[in-house]
Protein backbone atom coordinates (compact mmCIF):
# COMPACT_ATOMS: atom_id res chain seq x y z
CA UNK A 1 0.00 0.00 0.00
CA UNK A 2 1.18 3.23 -0.91
CA UNK A 3 -0.31 5.68 1.76
CA UNK A 4 0.11 4.49 5.52
CA UNK A 5 -2.94 6.75 6.64
CA UNK A 6 -5.85 7.72 5.21
CA UNK A 7 -8.91 9.81 6.21
CA UNK A 8 -12.45 9.68 4.31
CA UNK A 9 -15.13 11.68 5.06
CA UNK A 10 -13.65 12.81 9.03
CA UNK A 11 -16.40 14.50 10.95
CA UNK A 12 -15.58 15.71 14.54
CA UNK A 13 -17.76 17.62 16.88
CA UNK A 14 -16.46 19.16 20.16
CA UNK A 15 -19.59 19.59 22.08
CA UNK A 16 -22.25 21.76 20.01
CA UNK A 17 -19.30 22.80 17.73
CA UNK A 18 -19.05 20.95 14.27
CA UNK A 19 -14.76 21.60 13.60
CA UNK A 20 -14.14 18.68 11.11
CA UNK A 21 -16.27 18.72 8.08
CA UNK A 22 -15.97 15.20 5.64
CA UNK A 23 -11.74 15.33 5.60
CA UNK A 24 -10.47 13.66 2.81
CA UNK A 25 -6.66 13.35 2.45
CA UNK A 26 -3.96 10.67 2.79
CA UNK A 27 -0.51 10.21 3.89
CA UNK A 28 1.91 8.25 1.73
CA UNK A 29 4.42 5.55 3.92
CA UNK A 30 7.71 6.94 4.04
CA UNK A 31 7.16 11.22 3.55
CA UNK A 32 6.25 14.32 5.01
CA UNK A 33 3.49 16.08 4.95
CA UNK A 34 2.46 19.39 5.62
CA UNK A 35 -0.52 20.21 6.47
CA UNK A 36 -0.83 23.90 6.22
CA UNK A 37 -3.79 26.74 6.70
CA UNK A 38 -5.30 29.81 8.42
CA UNK A 39 -5.70 29.81 12.50
CA UNK A 40 -8.70 27.94 13.12
CA UNK A 41 -8.95 25.94 10.12
CA UNK A 42 -9.09 22.87 12.00
CA UNK A 43 -5.32 21.65 11.90
CA UNK A 44 -4.87 20.51 15.60
CA UNK A 45 -8.24 19.31 15.63
CA UNK A 46 -7.73 17.09 12.58
CA UNK A 47 -4.53 15.69 14.42
CA UNK A 48 -6.49 14.92 17.54
CA UNK A 49 -8.82 12.84 15.73
CA UNK A 50 -6.18 10.72 13.95
CA UNK A 51 -5.11 10.05 17.80
CA UNK A 52 -8.17 9.51 19.22
CA UNK A 53 -7.92 12.21 21.68
CA UNK A 54 -10.99 13.45 20.07
CA UNK A 55 -13.36 11.08 18.76
CA UNK A 56 -14.52 11.55 15.14
CA UNK A 57 -18.56 11.21 14.76
CA UNK A 58 -18.72 10.34 11.09
CA UNK A 59 -16.11 8.98 8.65
CA UNK A 60 -13.34 6.28 8.17
CA UNK A 61 -9.46 6.39 9.35
CA UNK A 62 -7.37 4.02 8.31
CA UNK A 63 -3.87 3.40 9.10
CA UNK A 64 -1.59 0.69 7.57
CA UNK A 65 -4.61 -0.75 6.20
CA UNK A 66 -6.89 -0.99 9.24
CA UNK A 67 -9.97 1.15 10.65
CA UNK A 68 -8.71 2.89 13.33
CA UNK A 69 -11.28 5.95 14.13
CA UNK A 70 -12.82 3.31 16.95
CA UNK A 71 -9.89 3.17 18.83
CA UNK A 72 -8.61 4.57 22.20
CA UNK A 73 -5.40 6.51 21.88
CA UNK A 74 -3.47 3.72 24.11
CA UNK A 75 -3.92 1.52 21.70
CA UNK A 76 -3.12 3.89 18.69
CA UNK A 77 0.35 4.41 20.48
CA UNK A 78 0.83 0.53 20.78
CA UNK A 79 0.58 0.23 16.79
CA UNK A 80 2.94 2.98 15.87
CA UNK A 81 1.60 6.83 16.05
CA UNK A 82 3.43 9.31 18.13
CA UNK A 83 1.62 13.10 19.00
CA UNK A 84 3.98 16.00 20.02
CA UNK A 85 1.50 18.58 20.73
CA UNK A 86 1.60 22.29 20.32
CA UNK A 87 1.96 23.06 24.17
CA UNK A 88 5.10 19.46 24.05
CA UNK A 89 3.34 18.12 26.60
CA UNK A 90 6.82 17.16 28.77
CA UNK A 91 6.74 17.12 32.57
CA UNK A 92 8.76 20.36 33.63
CA UNK A 93 9.89 18.74 36.95
CA UNK A 94 11.29 15.67 35.40
CA UNK A 95 15.02 15.57 34.40
CA UNK A 96 15.75 15.40 30.56
CA UNK A 97 16.59 11.60 31.12
CA UNK A 98 13.18 10.64 33.46
CA UNK A 99 11.02 12.58 30.30
CA UNK A 100 12.50 9.70 28.12
CA UNK A 101 12.63 7.00 30.68
CA UNK A 102 8.58 7.77 31.33
CA UNK A 103 7.93 7.47 27.49
CA UNK A 104 10.19 4.11 26.73
CA UNK A 105 8.17 0.99 27.14
CA UNK A 106 10.73 -0.59 28.99
CA UNK A 107 11.54 1.74 31.22
CA UNK A 108 15.54 2.63 30.45
CA UNK A 109 15.53 3.78 26.57
CA UNK A 110 17.28 1.35 23.84
CA UNK A 111 20.91 3.09 23.84
CA UNK A 112 20.65 2.82 19.56
CA UNK A 113 17.31 4.86 20.34
CA UNK A 114 19.25 7.57 22.38
CA UNK A 115 22.45 7.05 20.25
CA UNK A 116 19.98 8.63 17.23
CA UNK A 117 17.92 10.97 19.70
CA UNK A 118 21.48 12.65 20.61
CA UNK A 119 22.47 12.45 17.01
CA UNK A 120 19.71 14.95 15.75
CA UNK A 121 19.12 16.36 19.25
CA UNK A 122 22.96 16.89 21.08
CA UNK A 123 21.09 19.37 23.12
CA UNK A 124 19.70 15.97 24.81
CA UNK A 125 22.89 14.80 25.93
CA UNK A 126 24.21 18.13 27.34
CA UNK A 127 21.16 18.42 29.80
CA UNK A 128 20.65 14.64 30.31
CA UNK A 129 20.60 15.31 33.94
CA UNK A 130 18.97 18.77 33.98
CA UNK A 131 15.11 19.90 34.50
CA UNK A 132 12.89 20.12 31.78
CA UNK A 133 11.69 22.93 32.78
CA UNK A 134 14.84 24.78 32.39
CA UNK A 135 15.43 24.32 28.61
CA UNK A 136 14.92 26.83 26.65
CA UNK A 137 11.81 26.72 24.11
CA UNK A 138 13.56 24.83 21.41
CA UNK A 139 15.39 22.41 23.53
CA UNK A 140 11.94 21.85 25.23
CA UNK A 141 11.00 20.86 21.93
CA UNK A 142 13.72 18.83 21.10
CA UNK A 143 13.12 16.97 24.62
CA UNK A 144 8.77 16.68 22.88
CA UNK A 145 10.23 15.30 19.93
CA UNK A 146 12.49 12.93 21.65
CA UNK A 147 9.61 11.35 23.80
CA UNK A 148 7.99 10.87 20.95
CA UNK A 149 10.63 8.86 19.15
CA UNK A 150 12.46 7.06 21.68
CA UNK A 151 10.55 3.84 20.49
CA UNK A 152 10.49 2.92 16.65
CA UNK A 153 7.36 4.61 15.13
CA UNK A 154 5.08 4.24 11.61
CA UNK A 155 3.65 7.41 11.70
CA UNK A 156 4.95 10.75 14.10
CA UNK A 157 2.07 13.87 14.37
CA UNK A 158 3.56 17.04 15.18
CA UNK A 159 1.93 20.20 15.66
CA UNK A 160 3.48 23.66 15.03
CA UNK A 161 7.29 22.26 15.99
CA UNK A 162 8.64 25.95 15.09
CA UNK A 163 6.22 28.12 17.12
CA UNK A 164 8.09 31.19 18.89
CA UNK A 165 11.54 29.67 18.41
CA UNK A 166 14.22 31.90 16.82
CA UNK A 167 15.76 31.98 13.02
CA UNK A 168 18.98 29.56 14.09
CA UNK A 169 16.90 26.91 16.01
CA UNK A 170 14.54 26.32 13.16
CA UNK A 171 17.26 25.57 11.34
CA UNK A 172 18.45 23.00 13.43
CA UNK A 173 15.00 21.61 13.54
CA UNK A 174 14.97 21.47 9.78
CA UNK A 175 18.11 19.24 9.57
CA UNK A 176 16.60 16.96 12.25
CA UNK A 177 13.61 16.39 10.14
CA UNK A 178 15.48 15.69 7.20
CA UNK A 179 17.10 13.20 9.28
CA UNK A 180 13.55 11.99 10.98
CA UNK A 181 12.52 11.83 7.12
CA UNK A 182 14.54 8.92 6.43
CA UNK A 183 12.44 6.34 8.22
CA UNK A 184 9.66 7.88 9.58
CA UNK A 185 6.32 8.55 8.30
CA UNK A 186 5.06 12.42 9.51
CA UNK A 187 2.25 14.59 9.03
CA UNK A 188 3.08 18.19 10.18
CA UNK A 189 0.99 21.27 11.03
CA UNK A 190 2.98 24.18 10.67
CA UNK A 191 3.17 27.69 10.25
CA UNK A 192 6.16 28.83 8.75
CA UNK A 193 6.73 28.21 5.47
CA UNK A 194 10.17 28.38 5.36
CA UNK A 195 10.59 24.95 7.48
CA UNK A 196 7.16 23.77 5.56
CA UNK A 197 9.16 24.14 1.87
CA UNK A 198 11.99 22.85 3.02
CA UNK A 199 10.64 19.40 3.99
CA UNK A 200 7.57 18.74 2.81
CA UNK A 201 6.88 16.08 0.29
CA UNK A 202 2.95 16.58 0.01
CA UNK A 203 0.92 19.16 1.45
CA UNK A 204 -2.91 19.10 2.19
CA UNK A 205 -4.35 22.39 2.91
CA UNK A 206 -7.72 23.03 5.42
CA UNK A 207 -9.93 26.10 5.66
CA UNK A 208 -13.17 25.96 7.73
CA UNK A 209 -12.85 22.15 9.13
CA UNK A 210 -12.34 21.32 5.04
CA UNK A 211 -9.56 20.01 2.84
CA UNK A 212 -9.61 22.19 0.25
CA UNK A 213 -6.50 21.50 -1.99
CA UNK A 214 -3.95 18.65 -2.11
CA UNK A 215 -0.67 17.75 -4.00
CA UNK A 216 2.85 18.51 -3.97
CA UNK A 217 4.43 20.60 -1.58
CA UNK A 218 6.97 22.01 -4.63
CA UNK A 219 4.01 22.99 -6.67
CA UNK A 220 2.41 25.00 -3.81
CA UNK A 221 6.00 26.76 -3.09
CA UNK A 222 6.36 27.38 -6.78
CA UNK A 223 2.98 28.91 -6.94
CA UNK A 224 2.17 32.16 -5.32
CA UNK A 225 -1.10 32.95 -6.78
CA UNK A 226 -2.26 29.38 -5.39
CA UNK A 227 -0.56 30.53 -1.92
CA UNK A 228 -2.05 33.85 -1.90
CA UNK A 229 -5.69 31.77 -3.00
CA UNK A 230 -5.63 29.21 0.13
CA UNK A 231 -3.31 31.03 2.92
CA UNK A 232 -3.66 34.72 2.08
CA UNK A 233 -0.27 35.22 1.80
CA UNK A 234 3.14 34.27 -0.43
CA UNK A 235 5.71 31.43 1.10
CA UNK A 236 8.36 34.05 -0.17
CA UNK A 237 7.32 36.25 2.17
CA UNK A 238 7.71 33.97 5.44
CA UNK A 239 10.75 32.53 6.11
Not at 62 to 65: A, E, K, N
Given at each position: ?7 R????HI??YH???G?D??V???S ?8 G????T ?6 G??R??A??I????S ?9 LA??G????P ?11 R ?6 A ?6 D ?7 M ?7 F ?12 KQ????S??I???R ?5 DE?T ?12 D ?10 LL??E?N?H????L?D ?8 R?VH??R?A?L ?12 L ?6
Open positions: MADLLELGVNTGQILHVFAARNLTMLLGRNAGKTCLRTIMLWASGTRFDGEVQTLETPARRIAYVENMGIFAGLTVENLIVAREGEPDRRLDRIFLFPAMKKWHGLAGNLSGGQMLAIRAVEPKLLLVPKGLAPAIIQAMIAFQELKRDTTVVQFFARSGAVAVMDSGIRGMDAADETLQQRLLGSLDTHQ
